[in-house]
């Protein structure tokens, strides 16, 4: 596996300046973890957290979480877990579930400590194990975009520039 440095970060990522240096030995510890480790896999990777993230920006969603309120999909079933489980780290973990399943993967209580996703080592581990258990690295093989994002996204919401990222993350990597 190739590491990905900080100046290949802040190329892709222009505007993410010192947060590149901040994430960028959690991003690569994350993605050797998770086999997030060829050129393809880890420009798509790249591309879905830069968007996801606002280029490392935005590890807690901006919105309250109000909106998933009562959502049993997400597993949220006790009042103020729409608040509490909100999106969180690099792909933005949603809902009681997801952190229960998450943090059981990780080793962490992110039922108890939801905001530990928003720790740069734990927002780039939670992005790599939603990748690696929702098939993503096979995805990225393919060269499947459009599939990662709605895995990720559950449509197509910023493909456009998903995919302007995976372009750039392409040449940076290869």
Not at 18 to 29: E, G, K, S
Not at 52 to 73: H, K, M, N, T, W
Not at 106 to 123: F, K, R, T
Request: net charge positive; with cysteine.
């Amino acid at each position: 596996m190739n590491l990905v440095t900080a100046n290949d970060l802040k190329r892709i990522l222009p505007l993410a300046g010192t947060r590149a240096d901040t994430f960028c030995a959690p991003l690569n510890i994350a993605m050797g973890e998770f086999e997030i480790n060829t050129p393809a896999r880890q420009a798509a990777f790249i591309a879905q957290i830069a968007h996801e993230s606002g280029q490392f920006r935005y590890v807690r969603e901006l919105a309250s979480g109000a909106a998933y309120e009562g959502r049993i999909d997400l597993g949220n079933t006790m009042k103020g877990d729409g608040v509490r489980f909100r999106g969180r780290g690099l792909i933005q973990i949603t809902g009681r579930t997801n952190y229960k399943a998450c943090g059981a993967a990780l080793g962490l209580d992110l039922i108890l400590y939801p905001e530990l996703l928003e720790q740069p080592m734990y927002a780039c581990r939670s992005a790599g194990w939603f990748w690696k258990t929702h098939g993503l690295n096979e995805l990225a093989d393919a060269g499947d975009q459009v599939k990662i994002t709605r895995r990720i996204n559950g449509g197509t919401n910023g493909l456009a520039e998903r995919l302007a990222y995976f372009e750039i993350a392409k040449k940076v990597l290869s």
